[in-house]
């Protein structure tokens, strides 16, 4: 998620993202991600600002409003009950019809729009993170919540709480303006997009399997990311792959115990972990043809042993993968199982290796992000459109654009005089995006509503 301007590459920190998740969607969607070419931008309608929806100061209090009172209020992953609540009440106030419980707390609505035309998802994230906030805002959040068996801290550290703040303004605007509006508008607000607690499931590849697109399915989808890695307002965008996908393997060495004083009389797994993560680097290095994309494969967790003097029988590896084709994800995964257990047979020890498939690439569809880029561009301002590179972090929006065409953006929230490079970033218990930047996600939302559903229209 590269901004030219001043920042490398987009880092949301979702590395949490990657907890077991059932095999990734295939298909044609997924075949040559690099080779698409991308379409030419649509030329913009002549007299382009007035052609331009601008919410009125009043609905951009209410969102800064919800946000506050959700940021205050933070909920994680498959228990955003509080949340869900809210959005159900807005949604229903507004005359939509209203779909609630899908992966346990994921709401979603359905607006009419006064003429023929397509459908038109638009998608907000609504889970909180185990984080001790340290904002110092007047709003700063002060709940706890269970977590892996403990009680911790929760915070809204990844902006999920301006995405649904944003999303309720856009649903308010569009619903007073319905009989203008082409097509039926689908308001996804979705649980646990940070993955789901150990031993369930979630986000958006639970809301799909619950039926989400049976209730209806959309032309096009439509997600934005409030990050502090460039200024208050400013869009990045890029099509084709944009975010990586996000996979945990576990290794499991076994090996005989022995004496640390005898090491011939055992099979040391130690010094067998210790050549799998060695010789696994040439995966990514020596195995990979990074011309066709970019990957990383890196190790988290290294288990193993109890006294300094005894060789343990048994060492435990767990890492992250990172790609951004598909193909060579299979790839990855097929040379680290090979890796490990030839090297471990190599020690006189055995390798177990247990892949976990995650999130797969977030995919932006060429023709859509070319189509809506007049847009984009209309609505932000051409000197706040900017080109971003490919990011390491993952995002299971990602599911829903293998179904349908997607469209991904990431939106600054750097405040006024601060410098993007150094501004507290996703995840950072000091995350505080500038508030200005929600009514530009608003705006985008719903002048993406209006000129697709317009556009799809035409002869």
């Known amino acids: 998620m590269k901004f030219p301007l001043l920042v490398a590459s987009m880092a949301l920190a979702l590395g949490t993202i990657g907890c077991a998740q059932t095999n990734s969607p295939s298909g044609p969607a997924l075949a040559n ?15 382009t600002q007035a052609n331009t929806h601008r919410i009125p100061t009043a609905l951009e209090q209410s969102i800064i409003a919800w946000r506050r009172d959700i940021h205050q209020h933070p909920e994680l992953g498959n228990r955003e009950f509080r949340t869900a609540g809210l959005v159900e009440q807005h949604l229903t106030a507004l005359g939509m019809q209203v779909h609630t419980g899908i992966a346990h707390t994921g709401v979603v609505g359905l607006l009419t729009g006064g003429k023929p035309g397509p459908v038109i998802a638009l998608r907000a994230d609504m889970d909180a993170l185990p984080v001790k906030e340290q904002t110092g805002l007047p709003f700063a959040s002060t709940a706890t919540a269970e977590y892996r068996g403990e009680q911790v801290p929760v915070m809204h550290a990844c902006g999920h709480d301006m995405h649904v703040a944003m999303l309720m303004g856009a649903a308010e605007y569009l619903a007073k303006h319905r009989n203008d509006i082409h097509g039926t508008v689908m308001f996804i607000f979705q649980p646990a997009e940070e993955g789901a607690p150990p031993g ?4 958006a590849e639970l809301m799909l399997k619950e039926g989400l697109f049976d209730i209806a399915k959309p032309d096009a989808i439509f997600g934005i990311h409030v990050g502090s890695n460039s200024p208050a307002g400013h869009v990045g965008y890029k099509s084709g792959p944009a975010m990586a996908s996000s996979d945990r393997f576990q290794i499991t060495v076994e090996g005989v115990q022995t004496h640390g004083s005898r090491p011939w009389g055992g099979a040391d797994p130690i010094v067998a972990a210790a050549s799998i993560v060695n010789n696994a680097q040439t995966i990514v290095s020596r195995q990979l043809n990074l011309t066709e994309a970019p990957a990383v494969l890196s190790f988290g967790i290294i288990q193993g042993g109890m006294r300094n003097n005894i060789i343990p029988d048994q060492v435990y590896l767990e ?11 299979a790839t990855m995964f097929e040379k680290l199982t090979q890796v490990a257990e030839h090297t471990a047979a190599a020690h006189n020890t055995k390798a177990t290796v247990t892949i976990n498939e995650g999130y797969p690439v977030t995919i932006n569809n060429p023709e859509l992000m070319a189509r809506m880029l007049p ?4 609505v932000v301002g051409s000197d706040k459109l900017t080109p971003a590179g490919l990011g390491t972090a ?11 065409p997607g469209k991904y953006v990431f939106l600054g929230g750097a405040h ?3 410098d993007p490079s150094t501004a507290a970033g996703n ?14 996600g608003t705006e985008l939302f719903i002048n993406w509503v209006f000129d697709f559903g317009a556009q799809a229209t035409q002869p």
């Open 319 to 329: 890492g992250t993968l990172r790609n951004f084709d598909m193909g060579l994800r």
């Open 416 to 418: 006024p005089g601060q």
């Open 200 to 203: 369930e499931e979630g986000g």
């Open 33 to 47: 991600l690099n080779q698409a070419k991308e379409p030419a931008a649509v030329t913009p309608p002549a007299n």
């Open 375 to 378: 847009t984009t561009e209309r």
């Open 394 to 404: 993952a995002e299971d929006f990602s599911f829903y654009a293998l179904e349908v």
């Open 427 to 440: 995840h950072s218990p000091f995350f505080n995006p500038h508030e200005s930047t929600l009514r530009v």
